[in-house]
């Protein structure tokens, strides 16, 4: 499938969201909010829940399915409130030993004034440092699209696993199209250049694992057996260990050849 369709699919109404995986694969959820700093941020959700009866930190970005929660959720954009209170959630992972799940969906973090008076930048330059070197394995899945340093804040992960019909890219192909040949109606010749489909992705090892979506019903409940048997191979790795892990992982990306 070309990757505009891809793109179109990803962006689809109805699709599951972030709160949805968390309903359908983990149980005793319980969200926490704030960042302690300014407020809470309703574009991320975080908490506590059990994985296949294993404590987990979850952390999702949530777009919300009506026109009303899309407003109240910022349609996935987050704040930097969002990112800080995502990394708040990661921190105290790592102090009570938890595995931290992230669930990516969103086109990008929000841009407007108030959120660069409150340093989008530098809140999400925060998290990718920090999740560098969390002493905790971390998974994030793709579950629709990721766009930018929007999606990179909750990706810095172990491993990163995506939906066959979820997108990653650096730009949106909208914006790529404008900046590149000045004419944002090219959006299916950016969506090709940008390798954004998960088949891309995983030949140029920057996911490590496609999910069959076709049947939702199987979906939930494969992937939390799949995910909690990653985390216990995981886990059998010291806290130093897991850290040189992701950092050579990263370090990986965009090697070809000697």
């Not at 590149?180 to 996911?207: N, T």
Request: charge should be negative; aromatic fraction near 8%; include cysteine.
């Amino acid at each position: 499938m070309e990757a505009y369709k891809k793109l179109q699919l990803a962006r689809k109404s109805g699709r599951p969201t972030g709160l949805d995986f968390i309903q359908h694969i983990t149980t005793d959820f319980f969200e926490m909010h704030g960042d302690r700093r300014f407020g809470d941020d309703p574009a991320i959700v975080a908490g506590i829940g059990r994985l296949c009866g294993r404590p987990v930190t979850v952390i999702a970005q949530e777009k919300g399915h009506t026109m009303k929660e899309r407003g109240f959720r910022n349609f996935g954009s987050a704040n930097p409130e969002g990112y800080r209170k995502a990394l708040r959630q990661m921190k105290l992972a790592e102090k009570f030993g938890r595995p931290v799940l992230c669930f990516v969906d969103t086109a990008g973090a929000y841009c407007g004034m108030g959120a660069e008076e409150r340093g989008q930048g530098e809140a999400i330059a925060e998290n990718l440092c920090e999740m560098m070197t969390l002493q905790v394995p971390i998974i994030s899945v793709f579950i629709g699209e990721g766009g930018s340093g929007g999606a990179l804040g909750l990706a810095v992960a172990n491993e990163v696993w995506m939906l066959e019909n979820a997108v990653y890219s650096v730009i949106s192909p909208e914006g790529c199209a404008s900046i590149l040949w000045k004419d944002s109606s090219k959006v299916r010749e950016a969506s090709d250049s940008l390798h954004m489909r998960p088949e891309d992705l995983f030949q140029l090892g920057i996911i490590e694992r496609i999910l069959p979506e076709s049947d939702q019903e199987a979906l939930w409940q494969t992937l939390p057996i799949q995910l909690d048997q990653k985390f216990t191979e995981l886990l059998k790795m010291s806290g130093q260990e897991l850290s040189e892990a992701r950092y050579q992982r990263f370090r990986k990306i965009g090697v070809y050849g000697e």
